[in-house]
């Protein structure tokens, strides 16, 4: 099992294909985790399966998102493209705000996802090992926040998935 943060994404992406060249037998292989690790990539992915979806679209620059803001309702929400625990996700209420929010990434090259805010107080994990549903969570957020990731003062409650569920996350 091979798990290492944003900073070494394309290291650990290597390490896996080098592993599975060599006939090694690995649980996450090189194209999950690529997937898993970048937003938009895990968004198409479960577009394809067929998973409801937030409406979201990809911004590489201020002018695109000055014309992508006509195209969903606020409050929206700015992620990174990279980023786990709540880091680089940002409630934006106006255009002025998501450009703010946005610009540290693009001023580095790196596009943002923009999508409008669900109103939606928590929302739910599965983690599937081996095509099989082993753990489910609801996570709430902390009074006063959006985001409900535990690292963000979120609750997490320990939940059986439903059978609807279950066959979403298989």
Known sequence: LIRAGVNYLRSTIEAARRLSEKKLRIV????????????????????????????????????????????????WVIKALYGSQGKGVHLALTLAEALRHSKAYMDRG???LLQPKLNVKRDLRILVVAGKVVAAVRRHPAKGEFRSNWHRGGRLELIQ??????????
């Open 28 to 75: 996450n292989p090189a194209d999950g985790i690529a997937v898993a690790k970048d937003k938009w990539l895990t968004h198409h992915a479960w577009a394809h399966e067929g998973l409801p979806q937030v409406p979201t679209l990809k911004i590489n620059s201020p002018e695109e998102l000055r014309l992508a803001s006509g195209f969903l309702p606020t409050p």
């Open 110 to 112: 790196f596009s943002v």
């Open 161 to 170: 998935a439903s059978a609807r569920e279950k066959r979403l996350a298989i």
